[in-house]
């Protein structure tokens, strides 16, 4: 026998969140908790039998392990073929990216992003469409569905791919075929931008830092911009892949990165810093003495992708998720593109991507991309950024400073508050739900309320509707605040208040923008009273 069928049983808590399943690394090791998730992945889409799928992730701890047993159930439930990345990495663009060239019918990519990994952090598996893209909300609930009826899983145990050794392999009736993870990505960015100006300014003594956090940028970022482009060795750093990012949050905000935001204002602070999070789908973007908020960065690159060859023809336009601010949205209007507001996760993009209505997308949580591939792409983003800033000659802060003279400034900050007890942070959210038709009219902290809703999200493309995507509170003067919960924590709830305010007049456009903020905080803090509820005097995090 070289297959199994093993029996199992529902298991509570497999509904995957806003980007795939992510738990305790220890709970996907639990026996057969994996196997039960994969499996309802299968069957919730039909089934894998003479499918080709992409596997891959982000190199975290049990990556390796994981790829193993899905090539094992992908052979033992009758897939045709497996392409997969050598030692099971891929990051999440350039899987997206293989997906699409290969025409494959689908991948599973192995992450939790910027959770932390290692034995006592964080696990996740994720199942992409044959499209590329994050599968949207009616194919999760299928797989969500089929882990609650689940009986059985099918896993191949007569052998193992060597997943180091490049080329074709067998897996009883199952063709697996282990690429480089890279070369496919690089050439795909070698035809959207010109190498030839960036390396040109590489070359001529502008120094870039980009920081991969230990985790799947590295190789990529080390091919693209030191082989390829010609930057100097050791442009890139924390290069290699680490099972536990080095112990920390390969995550790309002044808080995780704050050795790169120190250089970045040291006195010979490079021209231009970036980092990228585990599986290489977040960027985070930095001049000298200059952060540029991901909002800011989608603003500036939907403005002046026509600078890069792969977008010279200009944009269908733009998208952004609801939380993020509307500087993207100033610009559409400007050049006359077409804008979007979708719900939190880049699933919400597919569709309008695959219609040809938008070009480029972005969140606030350092997410930016474009329809080369149906993710965010963290290197794609820095690559544009380095195409403009070649192009146009300037440095990251006077873009900034021309960008914010055009258009005004969008003040924007989220404010994270992490492991907030669940049912104090629900309570939190239900209390300023059942006011929210009441607010109107009300004073907080000197603000007036505008308007209050609960955000929902009709598709122009396919109609489906998506509801409960956060609540929104609009005052006199166009500032806004916007409360979520995290649909990617593994512990307690995270409260998201994403705050925003708009500054059209030229002398007040440099200010911090915690400073810029403080009107909208205060009224935020008068209206839901988080630091008494939560008892903390601050929050965990601010981007
Ligand atoms: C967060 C971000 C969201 C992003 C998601 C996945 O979700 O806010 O914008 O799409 O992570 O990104 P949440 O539900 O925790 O707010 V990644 O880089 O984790 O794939
Ligand atoms: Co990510």
């Not at 005004?408 to 003040?411: M, W």
């Given at each position: 026998m070289t297959q199994q069928t093993v029996a199992t049983t529902p298991i509570a808590g497999q509904k995957p969140g806003t980007s795939g399943l992510r738990k305790k690394t220890r709970v996907f090791m639990a026996p057969g908790y994996l196997e039960n998730y994969v499996q309802a992945i299968f069957d919730g889409i039909g089934g894998v039998a003479g499918k080709t799928l992409v596997i891959g992730g982000d190199g975290r701890y049990f990556n390796e392990t994981a790829t193993g047993t899905i090539l094992a159930m992908a052979a033992a439930n009758g897939a045709a073929r497996c392409i997969v990345g050598q030692g099971g990495l891929l990051s999440t663009p350039a899987a997206s990216h293989l997906i699409r060239t290969r025409g494959a019918d689908g991948g599973l990519i192995l992450s939790a992003s910027h959770n932390p990994g290692g034995p006592d952090a964080d696990f996740g598996v994720k199942y992409n469409g044959p499209n590329g893209g994050p599968a949207p909300e009616a194919v999760t609930a299928a797989i969500h569905a089929r882990t609650l009826d689940i009986t059985e899983y099918h896993v191949f145990t007569g052998g193992a791919v060597a997943?180091?050794?490049l080329g074709q392999a067998r897996l009883g009736n199952m063709a697996v075929e282990v690429v480089d993870p890279v070369a496919d990505y690089a050439a795909l960015m070698e035809e959207l931008f010109d190498f030839e100006a960036i390396s040109a300014l590489l070359r001529g003594g502008f120094r870039v830092r980009f920081d991969a956090m230990h985790a799947v940028t590295g190789p990529y970022a080390r091919e693209i911009?030191?082989?390829?482009?010609?930057?100097?060795?050791?442009?890139?750093?924390?290069?290699v892949p680490d099972p536990t990012f080095g112990g920390g949050h390969p995550d790309p905000n002044p808080v995780w990165a704050a050795d790169l935001m120190a250089r970045m204002q040291a006195e010979d602070a490079p021209d231009f810093g970036a980092a990228s999070d585990g599986d290489g789908d977040r960027n985070m973007i930095l001049g000298r003495n200059c952060y540029v908020g991901p909002s800011d960065s989608l603003a500036v690159l939907a403005d002046r992708a026509h600078l890069a060859p792969g977008y010279a023809g200009g944009l269908a336009g733009v998208a952004r998720s609801m939380p993020t601010s509307a500087a993207a949205d100033r610009v559409a209007e400007a050049r006359g593109m077409a804008c979007y507001e979708t719900p939190t996760g880049w699933k919400f993009f597919g569709n309008l991507l695959d219609a040809g209505r938008v070009t480029l997308c972005g969140e606030e949580s350092a997410g930016t991309g474009s329809a080369h591939v149906r993710e965010k792409d963290g290197l794609w983003a820095v690559l544009l950024w380095l195409n403009i800033l070649a192009v146009s000659g300037k440095s990251v802060a006077g873009l900034m400073t021309d960008h914010w003279a055009r258009y005004?400034?969008?003040?924007y900050s989220r404010h994270d508050y992490e492991g907030v007890d669940s049912a104090v942070a629900e309570a939190i959210m239900a209390d300023l739900e059942a006011r929210l038709d009441d607010l109107p009219g009300a004073q907080a902290a000197g603000l007036t309320v505008a308007r209050a809703d609960v955000f929902s999200y009709h598709d122009p493309v396919d109609g489906s509707v998506a509801t409960a995507q956060g609540l929104r509170v609009f005052f006199e003067g166009g500032a806004r605040v916007v409360l979520r919960l995290s649909g990617t924590g593994t512990e307690g709830a995270t409260l998201r208040l994403y705050l925003e305010r708009l500054e059209t007049d030229a002398g007040a456009l440099h200010q911090d923008p915690q400073a810029a903020l403080a009107p909208v905080i205060a009224a935020t803090e008068a209206l839901t009273g988080i630091a008494a509820r939560t008892g903390r005097r601050a929050p965990d995090v601010m981007t």
């Open positions: 997943l180091d050794r911009l030191e082989t390829r482009l010609g930057a100097p060795a050791g442009t890139v750093v924390n290069a005004g400034r969008n003040y």
